[in-house]
């Protein structure tokens, strides 16, 4: 299977930062390539796809880049409601998620 | 919009086999592929297996010799059985919607959390 490596586990940021979170693929996956934000209790939601395609209402602060083995999501100007936990998913093959990057406030 | 409605018992006893469905409502369960994915608490997400409307199956191989998911049309419901459960399949599943593109998973369920315990 292919295995899905984030960094940081842990991010401390404030309102208005530049914020990046790396994913990494054990082999390359193209782009296919999908992020997703979820909150404490609820489901995730799909924000980005296909590497860099930004789903319908998701505001333009996020977008994602990369291809092959390594990838990242950025937020432009983090904002109050995003601080939650990301996750990366690959879909080269069975699907397989990154371990999650939480978003704290510093 | 389309929606998704996870169902099923909270609570299983080890051994036994744990069963979800999932109640597609806003749109037709046709044309789409429909995932299970769980969370174990604290942890990350595990993906279990899909269905297309055809009864096509694809599932985790770490998971594949217990699961079975199955799609009934005329209720517009996909479902999931996990047997030979443990506490380790104690988790928060999802039921969710692979985009049109094929590209992610667009439309998901609230979750509902099955604890295996005596």
């Known amino acids: 299977d292919i295995q899905m490596t984030q960094s940081p586990s842990t991010l401390s940021a404030s309102v208005g930062d530049r914020v990046t979170i790396t994913c990494r693929a054990s082999?390359?996956?193209?782009?296919?390539l999908a992020w997703y934000q979820q909150k404490p209790g609820k489901a995730p939601k799909l924000l980005i796809y296909?590497?860099?395609s930004l789903e319908s209402g998701v505001p333009s602060r996020f977008s994602g880049s990369g291809s092959g083995t390594e990838f990242t999501l950025t937020i432009s100007s983090l904002q109050p409601d995003d601080f939650a936990t990301y996750y990366c998913?690959?879909?080269?093959?069975?699907?397989?998620f990154g371990q999650g990057t939480k978003v704290e406030l510093k | 919009q389309v929606q998704l409605q996870e169902s099923g018992p909270g609570l299983v006893k080890p051994s036994e086999t744990l069963s979800l469905t999932c109640t597609v409502s806003?749109?037709?369960?046709?044309?789409?592929?429909w995932s299970w994915i769980r969370q174990p608490p604290g942890k990350g997400l595990e993906w279990i297996g899909y269905?297309?409307?055809?009864?096509?199956?694809n599932y985790n191989p770490s998971l594949k010799s217990r699961v079975t998911i199955s799609v009934d049309m005329s209720k517009n419901q996909f479902s999931l059985k996990l047997s030979s459960v443990t506490a380790a399949d104690t988790a928060v599943y999802y039921c969710?919607?692979?985009?049109?593109?094929?590209?992610?998973?667009?439309?998901w369920g609230q979750g509902t959390t099955v604890t295996v315990s005596s």
């Open positions: 296909r590497a860099s």
């Open positions: 082999q390359s996956i193209s782009s296919w």
């Open positions: 269905i297309y409307d055809s009864g096509s199956t």
């Open positions: 806003g749109g037709s369960i046709s044309s789409y592929y």
């Open positions: 969710a919607r692979r985009g049109p593109t094929g590209d992610g998973m667009d439309v």
């Open positions: 998913q690959q879909y080269s093959s069975y699907p397989t």
